[in-house]
Every structure is written in C-alpha cells, then in structure tokens.
C-alpha cells in the first residue's frame, strides 16, 4: 500500500512499523526521516476526517514543534482517508520514568532535579502553545507526552484532542480520572466539551507528580473509616498537601516532601490548581507555570553532601537527603 497524500499529491511509502495502538500502526515514511505516518485500523468516519481535516488545516510551525500534530493525511486511489503523517518522535522516554530516581537514573543518567523542572517548565509550555491555538488535550496523562535526552517535550496521541475549528468543536472522547478535574469527575466523557481551565487541572496534576517524586496531589491518609479513592478524593477537593487537608480529613503520605518545599508560590499556585476556587476562578494557566518554574530552577543549590542532589532555598536541609533517609 503506497498512499497519497491529500494536499501535495505526493506518494508515500510506508517503512518500518514502530509502534502500534489500539487505532492503528505508526511508520516510519521512506526519503522522510522527520515524519511518521499513522494509519488507521479501520477508516475513520465522517466526523473524525473533518476533525483530521481541521487539524491539518491548523497545522503551524508552533505545533508542530511541540507535537505530533497531523500534517497531512493519508488517502487511497478512491480518495478514502486512510491516516495522516506527522512529525516523527523518536529517542524520546515517557514522561513518567521521571518521577522516582530510580527510573530516572534508568531512562535519564545524565538528570537531576535542575533537569526535572526544566522539563516541567517545558510541559507547561506545550500546554500554552496548544491552548494559544485554541485547542485543549482533554485526556491529560502521563502516557501522551514524551521527553528527551534534552529536555525537549512532545505531546503524542493528538488526534484525541479536543480541536477548534472555527465554531465547530470536536470533542476528546476518552479520558482518565486520575487527571481529572473535580467539577468532571463522574461525567461520561463522549461529547464532552472540555475548558482549557480543565486542562489546567491536568498540567498541574503532571508538575506535581514531576516536582513531588510521583505522588499524586490526592492520594494521602485519609482520617475517615470507609476508603478513599483517589477519584473520590479529587471530587471532594480533598486535596492532601494543602493548609486545608486537616479539614478535609486528609494528610500527606508518610515520607512525602511537604508543600513548602517547592517555594511559597508554587505552594500558592498548587493550592490554586486543587483547591474549590480553581473550578470558578480559574486555576493557574501555563504562563504563571513558566514563570514560578524558572524562578524555581533559579534559586536550586546544590547539596552540600550529595552531588547530584538540587534544592531549592527554601530550607536548610535537602529534602532528598531527608526522603532517601526515611525510604
């Protein structure tokens, strides 16, 4: 199968499969080693093509610098749309192998913790670029942003999107609950007309797991005798690092850094994020993100008994040496 593509004409020949999902296959495109190409399992419908459309038609240097947006798709003789082709992402680790030192020391040797706000700062930057365009993720997780050796973020999966297209919107369909806003939690998330003040919820979500060693904003002891998912727990604003956790019934896990520990703003901005007024106010956006990260980046120090340990002024002790000391 040697497709065209819709907006060139040109003809594409599909190399090397390098990976597969449960939509289709991604290859690698002959005499084009910056592009893979996606091709669709089966053919997608009516509303989908107009969605790809659109993406192509959005398709801009910015996005596509930050994702693997749709460049172009991918028809048969008839004129079928078959997949598309976009920039090709390669060398690049899931963004979860950061989170714990140990994968980290894994999948990044070379990183440490100036490394991990970079690429925190990185993140929210995508999340901006996406947003000035008009766009929103909807299914915010670990599984669709990639990171390399450099420190570069690639948002993957974009065809899942929720994409503008004029007044037309087409909806994220699926989701996980673990990113979540409360005010959506329990909803079905077909036609579901997400906000970029939800997707807000979803990046915040992702720094916190970044910069507090994987834990989850609001997984903590909860003081009540029945369980307490997570899920739950999100719905009920019960957020286990806030000043408020007493009240919720809710503290942090035993041998969890505390809040503080990153810096009174970004304590504020989390608070922001998970907090009630965050769902009608408005949670922190990606800019503020980028700005209370690089103040942060600036002002880690180095430990004085471990090398590679980074952290910033806000104590007199290095929070690392404290968490590997009770873990």
């Not at 497709?3 to 003809?11: E, K, N, Q, W, Y």
């Not at 920039?87 to 192998?97: F, G, T, W």
């Not at 999340?127 to 000035?132: A, M, Q």
């Amino acid at each position: 199968m040697d497709p065209t593509l819709l907006h060139s004409g040109a003809r594409v020949r599909l190399g090397q499969q390098l990976g597969r999902g449960g939509e289709g296959a991604i290859f690698g495109v002959y005499g084009r080693p910056d592009q893979a190409a996606k091709v669709y399992t089966d053919p997608p419908g009516p509303t989908k093509v107009r969605k790809l459309v659109a993406m192509t038609r959005a398709a801009s240097p910015e996005l596509l610098g930050i994702a693997a947006w749709p460049s172009d798709l991918l028809v048969d003789r008839t004129g079928k749309v078959l997949g598309f082709v976009m920039p090709r992402v390669s060398a690049k680790q899931d963004i979860h192998e950061l989170y714990s030192p140990k994968s980290r020391s894994e999948a990044f040797p070379d990183a440490d913790f100036r490394f991990v706000v970079g690429v925190a700062a990185n993140v929210a930057r995508a999340f901006g670029t996406l947003h000035r365009a008009g766009h929103v993720v909807g299914d915010v997780n670990h599984g669709n942003i990639l990171v390399g050796a450099d420190g570069t973020v690639t948002l993957i999966d974009c065809d899942s999107f929720q994409v503008r297209d004029g007044a037309e919107v087409f909806s994220c369909d699926v989701g996980v609950p673990l990113f979540t806003a409360p005010e959506l939690q329990g909803y079905g998330f077909r036609g579901l007309l997400r906000t970029q003040n939800h997707d807000r919820f979803g990046l915040a979500v992702l720094l916190f797991h970044l910069l507090y060693l994987g834990r989850h904003p609001y997984a903590g002891r909860y003081a009540g005798t029945d369980d307490m998912p997570i899920e739950r727990a999100i719905g009920e604003y019960r957020f286990a690092y806030g000043p408020d956790r007493w009240a919720n019934g809710m503290e942090r896990p035993p041998g969890a850094i505390t809040l503080e520990t990153m810096g009174p703003e970004a304590g504020r901005m989390f608070e922001g994020a998970f907090g009630r007024l965050g769902a009608g106010e408005g949670r922190p956006d990606p800019q503020s993100w980028v700005r209370v990260l690089a103040a942060l980046s600036s002002g880690l120090r180095p430990c004085p008994a471990v090398g590679s340990h980074h952290y910033p002024v806000t104590g007199d002790t290095c929070p690392w040496c404290v968490t590997e000391a009770q873990t």
